[in-house]
């Protein structure tokens, strides 16, 4: 088993708790036991309602996991991303899940100080979610994992993870690979006379579908049903999130190098 439990850092609002349907989903799917965490640090803590810095938030939070799934509460005291890092560390097989923003807000920043910190930081796996304000009573689905490479084996160090949810979740797997191509003004600069875009253009696509349909290979022989790729040009980012948003129930998976 890949993962031996789920650990979520909570810090009492309701951005953070924002993750709870998914880990609800993952703990129950996969049998995991979940261990929520709220990490109490004098230096930034305001003075907010005592219920958030004991295990009575916490054990709130519990009563809306089903009876079947083990759930441990636990209150630190300490600067939150450390808390985090060396708590996940210390049992091997800890899935860190968190959401990208909690009490601080999503109003500037793409992830929380905490949040990147703790991605910065941790060997563990990380599942992040982008919270909105909704109901922690609702129910989500998981349907397809949108997994993007470019041709390192960096890259491809999420494959054990990618294989272990598809199998367990059932989920469909999209291979995604960009590129650009060369302007003019790169040949010119070179001294090399510039080919034909179009035929360029051809040749790279080729090259990139030849490559993902080796890795489609890879992972169909580990059991993995439903499995597609997408070569296309464009900017990396740009193209792994308009892929990700065509449909809900979609997750990214990616090695942070």
């Known amino acids: 088993m890949i993962y031996k439990k789920i650990l979520v850092p ?9 993750v709870i349907p998914y880990v609800r989903l993952l703990a129950s799917a996969l049998k995991l036991p979940v261990d929520l965490m709220h ?80 991605l910065q ?36 160090k999420i494959f054990s993870h990618v294989i272990y949810l598809a199998n367990r979740l059932g989920l469909e797997v999209v291979l995604i690979r960009t590129y650009t191509l060369p302007t003019t003004g790169y040949f010119l600069a070179t001294g090399i006379s510039p080919p034909a875009i179009g035929e360029l253009g051809e040749k790279i696509k080729g090259e990139a579908g030849d490559y993902l349909q080796a890795k489609v290979e890879e992972l169909q022989a580990e059991g993995i049903e439903k499995v597609s790729f997408v070569a296309v040009e464009g900017k ?19 090695s942070t190098h």
């Open 10 to 18: 909570l810090d009492g609002s309701k951005l953070a708790e924002g």
């Open 39 to 118: 990490v109490n640090d004098p230096e930034t803590v305001a003075p907010v309602h005592h219920r958030i810095q004991g295990h009575e938030y916490l054990k709130e939070v519990a009563a809306l996991f089903t009876s079947s799934v083990g759930v441990n509460c636990r209150v630190e005291k300490g600067r939150a991303a450390e808390v985090i890092v060396d708590r996940a560390s210390a049992d091997a097989g800890t899935l860190i899940t968190m959401a990208t923003h909690g009490r601080s807000g999503a109003q500037r920043w793409l992830l929380g100080s905490v949040t990147q910190k703790v």
């Open 121 to 156: 930081v941790s060997t563990d796996p990380l599942l992040l979610i982008r919270p909105r304000e909704e109901t922690l009573a609702r129910d989500v689905r998981l349907n397809k994992i949108i997994l993007p490479l470019d041709g390192s084996h960096l890259a491809e």
């Open 236 to 254: 990396g980012p740009e193209e792994i999130v308009d892929l990700a948003r065509k449909r809900a129930g979609n997750m990214v998976a990616m």
